[in-house]
């Protein structure tokens, strides 16, 4: 088995970054009742705040600072968003801390191209995510997570590579109590290379079998099992922006990075999205609905951005934006596809439709649709709207204009022939209708194709009544 570690420190922080681009001094403090850094972005650290001062000398250095006190819950919602995107690259993954997911990869190295690859992808697609995290590749969980701990974001292949590469570690990486290690660094017992310089048998009985065995599986001496994680039926996440965002191109920033997180559950589920929902959520306003509809299911991240910046594009917001929630409300499974053995310059069927989702997106759902044939022998009433991109059964062998005027244009009749700017010429015809009696829209007409002076032929009829009146009803392209 091969293991990879995602370690993300100060995940708190991060997830007040996520949103932004670049935020002034962001301080994150603890849950006490005299409350102290935990941690601070790089712009409040050249200010000389630090982790462990009170948060009062903190103000004293920065009177701007963004405080936020850390929400636990939010960090577990977070990480188990983690968690589902990195379903996209292996079907076993589980969530080992707080801030540290695990990913089984050995299986699908030859599917990405390597360990090197795949390895290289990971750790790009979660800066776009928005998070700084630290990757180690290893033959056993625990010691790809004491690796990643230490910050070392390497790979080994085999164990006795991975014992030279834990022996500098410190023991305080390590899940054991605070009191443990003390002790240990007061026997001056610091890396795990002083460990193992040890007897066995005196350190069992000192201080327990829970230090060894943590020990024997990041070596690979005992088994390591992870209980996997379990993505939910339907995905949901919300995104809190640092500071209100009254712009919408600040906005599609921040939701990028949801999409993506979205991406990697599609891929998990192995479906496609047909409808997405944005809740942009304000202080002192109901929440504004940005809802983006899909003709075909689809999971790729850059149209769905596309989509939701043409949307943006059409909104006005009548409050600045805190928070960005994202819900797929319908996911349908993706089919396979058989590839040709020659090349084949023709779009897939998914994304013949792109145009049009674009083109809802720009001008509203309402405005862009197809035309399906209807069976009535009136040509008014032939074609009926239908949603864009649905596919119509039907079949017509009769000679039809593309253009069919809304209202039938009177033509003068000059020596019992209808003229425009000069005479027509009957063509073909006549083709007699005669119907709708049963819905007062009763039809009774002879249909005629005729060629004005210019060349262009049009489709026009004589009603079948006292008056005999001409009319041009429709042109052939």
Known sequence: MLWAAVHLPDLSLQLRLRGTVAPGPVVIQDQSHRPHVLSCNDAATGLGIRPGMPVSAAFALAA????????????????????????????????????????????????????????????????????????????????????????????????????????????????????????????????????????????????GQRLLDEIDRALGHLPDP???????????????????????????????????????????????????????????????????????????????????????????????????????????????????LFADRRPAAEDRWRVIEHLRARLGADAVYGLGMFPDHRPELALRRVPAGKAQDGDCDLYRPLWLLARPLPLKAGDLLPQTDGPLVLLDGPERIESGWWDDFDVTRDYFVARDDSGAKLWIFRERNDQKNWFLHGVFN
């Open 64 to 207: 701007g600072l963004q405080l936020f006190t850390r929400d636990p819950e939010k960090e577990e919602k977070a990480l188990k968003g983690v968690a589902l995107w990195a379903g996209q690259f292996t079907p076993t993954v589980s969530i080992a801390s707080g801030n540290e997911v695990l990913l089984e990869i050995g299986g699908c190295l030859r599917l990405f191209g390597g360990l090197r690859q795949l390895g290289g992808r990971i750790r790009a697609n979660l800066r776009e995510l928005g998070y700084h995290a630290v990757v180690a590749v290893a033959p056993t969980a625990t010691g790809a997570l004491l690796l990643s701990r230490a910050g070392i974001a390497t790979s080994v292949g085999d164990r006795h590579e991975l014992r030279r590469a834990l022996a500098p570690l410190r023991l305080r990486l390590l899940d054991q109590p605070a009191d443990t290690v003390a002790t240990l660094a007061g026997m001056g017992v610091h890396t795990v290379r002083d460990y193992l310089a040890l007897p066995r048998d005196g350190l069992a009985r000192r201080f």
């Open 226 to 340: 992870r209980p996997p994680f379990i993505p939910p039926a339907r995905y949901a996440t919300a995104l809190e922006l640092p500071a209100p965002v009254q712009e919408t191109e600040p906005l599609l920033f921040a939701a990028k990075r949801l999409i993506l997180e979205l991406a990697g559950y599609l891929a998990m589920k192995q479906v496609g999205v047909t409808q997405l929902r944005f809740d942009l959520e304000h202080a002192d306003h109901s929440i504004t609905r940005i809802v983006v509809g899909l003709s075909a299911a689809n999971r790729d991240a850059g149209h769905l951005i596309t989509l939701l910046r043409e949307k943006l594009a059409t909104v006005e917001l009548p409050a600045p934006v805190e928070t960005i929630r994202l819900i797929a409300a319908e996911t349908r499974p993706l089919g396979s596809h058989n590839h040709s």
